[in-house]
């Protein structure tokens, strides 16, 4: 499975969009990317995912450039309560292995 | 529906005793996996069920068993708990043949060793 890099971490101001990038160079033709968050000591949740087009949830806009090493997550509004570690993971269509990295610690300060 | 669900939330061992995590999931969900967190760490696959009857190692398998028992559960034992597996561990389940990466966590195990 592709391995991805993210930035340790990241602030953002309220009421602001947050852009939490990731870097998936390796990633094949069949695997997906994936994002999740988790709020302090709970079990992670998953907010999006998308192969090569943009996806646009109630949560999230994912953006994966046209060669697809490299993506965005968006969250158009940040609030206090989008504080958590993101994380981004490549997943093989066929399932296996999910590898998650050291994700982005995001920080929303009022 | 409880989703994925974790027993016991809390446990301390001694060092060398055996327990058994149990994790069940009500979602009809064909892989199922063990993941473990240490403070300030990101997750890190121990084992994981692609379907009934198989189990894989991940990342930091040594020191851990698996049985996937049926469909709906899919327990992690240690034998012999060492302080290093001191950690919060995440039990988590995917419908495994379509969105295979959208998982459902459970709500965590916390283990202490002395």
């Known amino acids: 499975d592709a391995k991805t890099t993210q930035p340790p971490s990241m602030d953002c101001a309220e009421g602001r969009a947050a852009n939490l990038p990731c870097n998936h160079s390796?990633?094949?033709?069949?695997?997906?990317v994936y994002w999740y968050r988790q709020i302090h000591s709970q079990g992670p949740q998953y907010i999006i995912h998308?192969?090569?087009n943009n996806e646009t949830n109630e949560m999230a806009s994912l953006i994966i450039t046209e060669d697809r090493k490299s993506s965005t997550l968006i969250l158009p509004h940040a609030t206090l309560r989008d504080t958590a570690v993101y994380y981004c993971?490549?997943?093989?269509?066929?399932?296996?292995?999910?590898?998650f990295g050291q994700g982005t610690e995001l920080s929303v300060k009022p | 529906n409880a989703g994925v669900t974790q027993t016991p939330k809390f446990q301390v061992l001694k060092t060398g005793q055996s327990m058994t995590l149990q994790c069940a999931q009500d979602?009809?969900?064909?892989?199922m996996y063990w993941y473990r967190q240490d403070p300030g760490m990101g997750l890190r696959l121990i084992y994981y069920?692609?379907?009934?009857?198989?189990?894989d190692k991940g990342e930091v398998p040594n020191g851990y068993n698996v049985s996937r028992l049926n469909k709906r559960e899919f327990s992690l034992r240690l034998e012999s708990a060492a302080p290093s597996q001191t950690s919060v561990y995440f039990c988590?389940?995917?419908?495994?043949?379509?969105?295979?990466?959208?998982?459902?966590f459970g709500e965590g195990s916390r283990l202490t060793v002395l």
């Open positions: 979602m009809n969900h064909n892989s």
């Open positions: 998308g192969l090569k």
């Open positions: 988590a389940s995917s419908e495994g043949t379509s969105n295979t990466g959208e998982l459902f």
């Open positions: 993971i490549v997943v093989h269509n066929q399932g296996g292995k999910l590898i």
């Open positions: 069920s692609a379907s009934e009857g198989t189990t």
């Open positions: 390796t990633i094949s033709g069949n695997e997906y």
